[in-house]
C-alpha cells in the first residue's frame, strides 16, 4: 500500500517573493478594515442639526459662539429653571425632566461651550470664569433676571460658581453629583482617561471605538442595562462634533483638580437641593454630604441605586424630589 503524502502549499504559495507578498497584503486588509471600524473623524454641526437640533432647538449668538438652546414651558414664569449638563453630555440629558416640568415652569436648556452643537469656546477658554461667563449672557439675552439653576457633575460646578459670583441672578441651586471639592475617584469612565492622557487624546481626535461611548456610559449608570443603543448613539454622534473632542482634552488641562474657590462654597446663602446618586464612583457621595455640611439650610435626597446622572437615569424619581424642593 503507497504512503500518504503529507499535501504541501498550493501551487501559488510555493514561490517564497508571492508568498510574503500575499502575508503582507492580507495583513495590511486586515488592518485596513480594523481601522475603518474605529476611524471617526469630526463631523460638521450642520450634517448633526437635523437629528439633534429639531424644534425647539434654537441658536443663541454670544461673542465666539452659536449655543444650542432649548427654551420651553411658561413664558410667564417669573423664575425660569435653568438646566446645565455635565462633561461630554448635552441638553439632551434635562430630556425627562423637561418634559415633567414645562407643563407649569419655564425650562431653559443649552450645551456648554466644547460640547453638543455648540462646539469649541471663543478663544479655546475652558476656565470657570469663562463659563460662568456663558451662563451669565445666556440669561441676558433670553432677558431672564433671576432663575432656579440646577447642574449635574461639571455643570453643577458651573451652577455653583455662577451663584457664588452673581447671588443677584440666582433664587434657588440644585446640585446634581456636581464636582468642585477634591476627587476621590473609584471609577473613572474609559472617555475620560483617554482625554486625560497626552498624545493619546490627539489620535482619539480622528480614532474612536464606539465601545469606549459604551463603556464610558455604561460607567455613569447605577444600573447599566438602561444604556440602550439609542443612548450610546446620542453620545457617538455629538462628541463627533467638530472641535469637541479636542475641547475636553483642553477643558481638562485647564480646570485640573478641586476648583480654587471650593472654600468659598461655605458662603452660599441661598436654598439649595442636593440629589446624589449612590453608585456613583466619578463623584463620591461623600463629596454630598459635604457640600450639604457647607451650604447652610441645605437639603441632601440620596437615590442608593443611581450612578452619576440620576437625573437622566431615573427622570420620574429625581424630577419628583425637585418639584417637592421648588413648591416649599
Known amino acids: ?46 450634517t448633526l442639526k437635523p437629528r439633534w ?30 438646566l446645565l449638563h455635565g462633561t461630554s453630555a448635552s441638553l439632551h440629558t434635562w430630556d425627562g425632566w423637561t418634559d415633567r416640568l414645562k407643563p407649569t415652569r419655564r425650562v431653559i436648556r443649552f450645551d456648554l461651550p466644547g460640547f453638543g452643537l455648540t462646539g469649541p469656546a471663543a478663544g479655546n477658554d475652558y476656565t470657570m470664569p469663562a463659563y460662568v461667563g456663558v451662563v451669565i449672557g445666556m440669561m441676558d439675552r433670553l432677558g431672564i433676571a433671576r432663575a432656579t439653576i440646577a447642574g449635574n457633575s461639571f455643570g453643577g ?10 447671588p443677584s441672578r440666582i433664587a434657588r441651586l440644585v446640585l446634581i453629583d456636581a464636582s468642585g471639592y477634591a476627587l476621590n475617584s473609584t471609577s473613572v469612565p474609559l472617555g475620560f482617561r483617554l482625554a486625560r492622557a497626552p498624545g493619546l487624546n490627539r489620535a482619539f481626535e480622528y480614532i474612536l471605538p464606539r465601545s469606549v461611548i459604551a463603556s464610558s456610559v455604561r460607567n455613569v449608570y447605577g444600573d447599566p442595562s438602561k444604556v440602550d443603543d439609542a443612548l450610546i448613539e446620542r ?34 446663602a441661598l436654598p439649595t437641593l442636593i440629589l446624589w446618586g449612590g453608585k456613583d464612583g466619578l463623584v463620591s457621595p461623600d463629596n454630598a454630604e459635604r457640600f450639604r455640611r457647607d451650604i ?33
Not at 500500500?1 to 501551487?11: L, T
Not at 497584503?25 to 460638521?44: F, K, N, Q, R, V
Not at 460646578?157 to 452673581?166: D, G, K, M, N, R
Open 296 to 328: 447652610a439650610g441645605s437639603r441632601l435626597v440620596l437615590f442608593d441605586d443611581l450612578g452619576h446622572v440620576p437625573h437622566e437615569e431615573d427622570p420620574a424619581r429625581t424630577v419628583a424630589a425637585l418639584i417637592d424642593f421648588l413648591s416649599r
Open 157 to 166: 460646578q458651573v451652577a455653583w460658581e455662577t451663584a457664588l459670583a452673581h
Open 1 to 46: 500500500m503507497p504512503k500518504s503524502r503529507r499535501a504541501g502549499p498550493p501551487e501559488f504559495l510555493r514561490n517564497p517573493v508571492r508568498a510574503i507578498v500575499i502575508a503582507f497584503l492580507i495583513g495590511l486588509g486586515l488592518a485596513t478594515y480594523g481601522l475603518a471600524s474605529i476611524w471617526a473623524p469630526d463631523l460638521p454641526v450642520e
Open 235 to 268: 453620545y457617538y454622534d455629538l462628541t463627533r462634533r467638530a472641535g469637541n473632542r479636542q475641547a475636553l482634552a483642553l477643558r481638562m488641562q485647564q480646570s485640573p483638580g478641586a476648583s480654587p474657590r471650593a472654600e468659598q462654597i461655605k458662603t452660599l
Open 53 to 82: 437640533a429639531p424644534p425647539p432647538s434654537t441658536f443663541v449668538s454670544l461673542p465666539g459662539l452659536s449655543v444650542h438652546v432649548r427654551d420651553e414651558g411658561r413664558r410667564d414664569d417669573p423664575e425660569p429653571i435653568l
